[in-house]
């Protein structure tokens, strides 16, 4: 069975200054355990299809299923992680990873060991007691990564992770949160800018046409060595090919969205 299934699903923001269809007829359909990357150019309603999925929006045309299931409300398979790691600065990174579960009434013994557990297991060991600011970027965002793990979610959507990050600190977070993700068997829904990210990180990449965003096209990547590593992917002798095929059909894209 699909773990998320989005079937003719048409989005349309209303607001004072009028309507906005995001999106129309997106049909996607995500197996248990896949990890795939929506690209498409900047107002296309790549955000938009994540709100729906975590159910933070509903659809107004089609539906969105999880495990079979319409998606009906905010739904608690699924975590989020975002650009901006929104750890609060007063409190310490145990106490950050501990936030989900207190807001749900879960901050017992045992989840506070399985937190502690992941934050150890994640390279945090010597910082459990430490404040936000007193981490690099990339630490900081494993921090905010383990606070959605700490909810045990199956679906985590990725919106720009390491967009704010410097270019080394991105390629080893990437490879981090690929492996973690992959360990815990999670299914992955990410929208990033980045092509190369997307293709290294990633099992399948949609394409999304301009506003009102539908999907154009997908790619299974399948590259030799890559075995969940971003950065075997990057070495694989296909990796440039699946690059300038999904570049070309991205920059037609763009020229349709001017
Ligand atoms: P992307 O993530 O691909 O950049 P979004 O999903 O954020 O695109 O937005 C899709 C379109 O919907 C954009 O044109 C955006 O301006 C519009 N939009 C997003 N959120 C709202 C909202 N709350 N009200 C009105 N329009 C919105």
Redesign the pocket.
Known sequence: MNKVELKDVGLK?V?KSGE?V?LSDVNLQIQPEEFISIL?P???????ILSLIAGMLLPTQGVVRIDGQEVKGVSLKVGYMLQHDHLFEWRTIRANAMLGLEVRKKADQQHREFVDELLIRYGLKDFLNKYPSELSGGMRQRAALVRTLALEPEIVLLDEPFSALDYQTRLALEEEVATILKREKKTVIQ?THDLAEAIAMSDRVIILTP?SGTVKSEYLIDLTGKNGSPFAARQAPEFRDYFKQIWNELEVSHEAAM
């Not at 900047?42 to 938009?48: A, I, P």
Request: charged content about 15%; some cysteine; glycine content about 22%.
């Open positions: 923001y607001n906005i995001a498409g900047s107002g296309c309603g790549k955000s938009t929208v506003r």
